[in-house]
């Protein structure tokens, strides 16, 4: 079993703690689940201090290769620590990597929310009519969900099609006048990696509902998956 572990991913960071509390020494200024964490903060996903987690001296260092920079997951392999990179665009990806890196790389039984979040996600509810959706992530400049994001994925899960799945661009930029005119019937506004909030984001969109999601369960994977259908769902159903 994997004895000291570094985590540079929020979502892991959380699914590491919740399956074996104890076994994390250093995680990211932006690993805010579970509140109690106290471990050795080594900075953030884009600007790790990589010399404070060599002198933490980990068994494992875990990254994904869309939060993190493949620099930084170089000088920490230069330092002679084994890192685990994982790459999560789909649901069903998702729950592969999860279990590589519990079971796999730390060497734990597979845990009991793991399973959980699977059942929770096998058959969701959906709206009766497929609704259609831009969905930002950032404003100023605007940026969106475009292909292969697991954000995505979820929401198709759920009866909501992203307007931009097509695009080329994963987390493509496009004017406020383009997304007003997309032909979407939906805004959905996560609170995370961009804060929106009912005063920041909807006023943007004044044709369009807005559901104002929480982005830990949408963007998330991890123990948030057990209970993201079902918030999720409530949130896409009650905007307006």
């Not at 002198?55 to 920490?76: G, Q, S, Y």
């Not at 998330?220 to 307006?240: C, D, F, R």
Request: glycine residues 8%.
């Amino acid at each position: 079993m994997t004895r000291r572990v570094v985590s540079l991913v929020p979502s892991l960071t959380e699914a590491v703690a919740v399956s074996a509390p104890g076994l994390l020494v250093g995680a990211t200024d932006w690993c805010s689940r579970p509140a109690d964490l106290d471990v050795v903060r080594i900075g953030g996903t884009k600007n790790p201090d990589t010399a404070r987690i060599a002198a933490l001296a980990p068994d494992l260092v875990l990254a994904n290769e869309e939060e993190n920079r493949p620099a930084d997951l170089a000088a920490l392999r230069a330092a002679g620590l084994d890192v685990l990179v994982t790459e999560v665009r789909t649901l069903e990806q998702g729950f592969r990597e999860l279990h590589r890196v519990l079971v796999a790389g730390c060497g734990l039984a597979r845990p009991g929310w793991l399973d959980a979040a699977e059942a929770a996600w096998r058959d969701p509810a959906r709206p009766a009519a497929e609704r259609t959706a831009v969905v930002p992530v950032w404003r100023r400049p605007w940026r969106v969900l475009g292909r292969d994001t697991f954000a995505g994925d979820l929401l198709a899960r759920l009866g909501v099609r992203n307007v931009y799945a097509g695009h080329p661009d994963r987390y493509p930029r496009i004017a406020l006048d383009a997304l007003n005119a997309a032909g979407a019937d939906l805004v959905v506004l996560p609170d995370e990696p961009y804060r929106f909030t009912a005063d920041d984001g909807p006023e943007a969109f004044p044709g369009l509902p807005a559901a104002l999601v929480s982005g830990r369960d949408l963007t998330w994977y991890g123990p948030s998956l057990v209970t993201a259908p079902t918030a999720l769902a409530k949130a896409l159903a009650g905007a307006g």
